[in-house]
């Protein structure tokens, strides 16, 4: 996915109150409620350099599934495959840690305890901000701005910079819990895709 380089204007960022471990405590809640629901739904749009991109995602710890009208994405915890229906072709992938955050939003909210210093920001009433900065300054992920709903503790809206200060924005609403998966709902199943072309890029 390609990106832009932004600036990112510190004019417009102005810090709450709370102090750095009350962020903290603020994500262990999130992360807490993710760890909790056996899967989670909700739809997306993600913007990227190149336009927005809008379908439905569901969780089930580090697994999920994604559709699109252009694509449907599979990840088990280890193997990505990424379906497109206009050329009727999959690729197979190992996606990187910053690969996944760009995906999937709970990564960064489950990591950041370890990975991320966390201070709380200002925020419209019913919600909670938190930034999060890298520890490491060779971090793919360099800073992300978490939104939360205040009542549920479920995200609406990551944004993302990297190391070379590009983002991309993921929009979350109507995110529900759900049932427990099979892992082979996060797989991809050849058959049910007659005269699909693989290819393999491990």
């Given at each position: 996915m390609n990106r832009i380089?932004?600036?990112?204007?510190?004019?417009?960022?102005?810090?709450?109150?709370?102090?750095?471990?009350?962020?903290?405590?603020?994500?262990?809640?999130?992360?807490?409620?993710?760890?909790?629901?056996?899967?989670?739904?909700?739809?997306?749009?993600?913007?990227?350099?190149q336009g927005k991109y809008t379908g439905r995602v569901s969780f089930a710890g580090d697994k999920f599934t994604m559709t699109?009208?252009?694509?449907?994405?599979?990840?088990?915890?280890?193997?990505?495959?990424?379906?497109?229906?206009?050329?009727n072709e999959v690729n197979v992938t190992e996606p990187t840690d910053a690969e996944l955050s760009q995906i999937n939003p709970f990564v960064v909210i489950n990591r950041f305890r370890n990975e991320f210093d966390a201070t709380s920001l200002q925020a419209p009433k019913?919600?909670?901000?938190?930034?999060?900065?890298?520890?490491?300054?060779?971090?793919?992920?360099?800073?992300?701005?978490v939104t939360l709903n205040e009542s549920t503790m479920m995200p609406t809206q990551?944004?993302?910079?990297?190391?070379?200060?590009?983002?991309?924005?993921?929009?979350?609403?109507?995110?529900?819990?759900?049932r427990k998966y099979n892992i082979k709902?996060?797989?991809?199943?050849?058959?049910?895709?007659?005269g699909v072309q693989i290819v393999d890029l491990r």
């Amino acid at each position: 996915m390609n990106r832009i380089f932004l600036t990112i204007c510190a004019a417009f960022v102005s810090i709450w109150a709370y102090a750095s471990d009350n962020a903290s405590e603020i994500l262990d809640q999130a992360a807490a409620k993710f760890t909790e629901a056996p899967s989670l739904s909700a739809a997306y749009t993600i913007t990227t350099p190149q336009g927005k991109y809008t379908g439905r995602v569901s969780f089930a710890g580090d697994k999920f599934t994604m559709t699109s009208p252009q694509i449907l994405t599979w990840y088990d915890g280890k193997t990505q495959w990424s379906y497109n229906k206009e050329l009727n072709e999959v690729n197979v992938t190992e996606p990187t840690d910053a690969e996944l955050s760009q995906i999937n939003p709970f990564v960064v909210i489950n990591r950041f305890r370890n990975e991320f210093d966390a201070t709380s920001l200002q925020a419209p009433k019913g919600f909670k901000k938190i930034e999060l900065k890298a520890k490491n300054d060779k971090s793919e992920i360099k800073q992300a701005v978490v939104t939360l709903n205040e009542s549920t503790m479920m995200p609406t809206q990551i944004q993302l910079t990297n190391h070379d200060k590009q983002q991309i924005t993921i929009l979350l609403t109507s995110v529900t819990t759900g049932r427990k998966y099979n892992i082979k709902a996060f797989q991809f199943h050849a058959p049910n895709y007659p005269g699909v072309q693989i290819v393999d890029l491990r």
